[in-house]
T-cell receptor, first 113, second 113 residues
Framework: KNQVEQSPQSLIILEGKNCTLQ??????????LRWYKQDTGRGPVSLTI?????NTKSNGRYTATLDADTKQSSLHITASQLSDSASYIC????????????FGKGTTLSVSS | DGGITQSPKYLFRKEGQNVTLSCEQN?????MYWYRQDPGQGLRLIYY???????QKGDIAEGYSVSREKKESFPLTVTSAQKNPTAFYLC????????????FGSGTRLTVV
């Protein structure tokens, strides 16, 4: 069964600190992996998208890594800001025409001052 | 600017009523999707459409209906048959079946009163 598991479920860090969020998946055949940021009451916004051949991709202070062999991805946030407080969702796309994305349940990040 | 618009942002429904959520996109995307989001759960697919006048059931289609009369529009009706409709509803669109250019709307929060 295609699944995406994220950890931790929630995380609290101090402003300025770094953090890493984890994503494990069992989706096959794999097409691409995406990380989204979702502010409370808003729609998800894409941070990064990586295909099988990409190991890392950055978007400002956000850096995503992908290990297609172990089927793991991480999202590293550097020098966190209060505005980083949100839910971060890992999403995997299977290589099948017409198939929608497979979503993880998300990690809720709270950045405090 | 191109984008995807959901309306209304908040919607209240009485028991036994049908309500329709609007989703409009001007991105010239072929595919459109409806998701339901509940606290602590990943997004769940309700319906999707890859071309005009055609749509497919997702994982939780019972109690919902859709139409795709125009490429730009994909309204979702929550019928009285949906026993637990209170949730956050997200509409999305993508360029094609391969999910490129996947974009979410800002969501509609539906509450049964």
């Amino acid at each position: 069964k295609n699944q995406v598991e994220q950890s931790p479920q929630s995380l609290i860090i101090l402003e300025g600190k770094n953090c890493t969020l984890q994503c494990n998946y069992t989706v096959s055949p794999f097409s691409n992996l995406r990380w989204y940021k979702q502010d409370t009451g808003r729609g998800p916004v894409s941070l990064t998208i990586m295909t099988f051949s990409e190991n890392t991709k950055s978007n400002g202070r956000y850096t995503a890594t992908l290990d297609a062999d172990t089927k793991q991805s991480s999202l590293h946030i550097t020098a966190s800001q209060l505005s980083d407080s949100a839910s971060y969702i890992c999403v995997v796309s299977a290589e099948q025409a017409g198939t929608a994305l497979i979503f993880g349940k998300g990690t809720t990040l709270s950045v405090s001052s | 600017d191109g984008g995807i618009t959901q309306s209304p942002k908040y919607l209240f429904r009485k028991e036994g009523q049908n309500v329709t959520l609007s989703c409009e996109q001007n991105l010239n995307h072929d595919a459109m999707y409806w998701y339901r989001q509940d606290p602590g759960q990943g997004l769940r697919l309700i319906y999707y459409s890859q071309i005009v006048n055609d749509f497919q059931k997702g994982d939780i289609a019972e109690g919902y209906s859709v139409s795709r009369e125009k490429k730009e529009s994909f309204p979702l009706t929550v019928t009285s048959a949906q026993k637990n409709p209170t949730a956050f509803y997200l509409c999305a669109s993508s360029r094609n079946r391969a999910n490129y250019g996947y974009t979410f709307g800002s969501g509609t929060r539906l509450t049964v009163v």
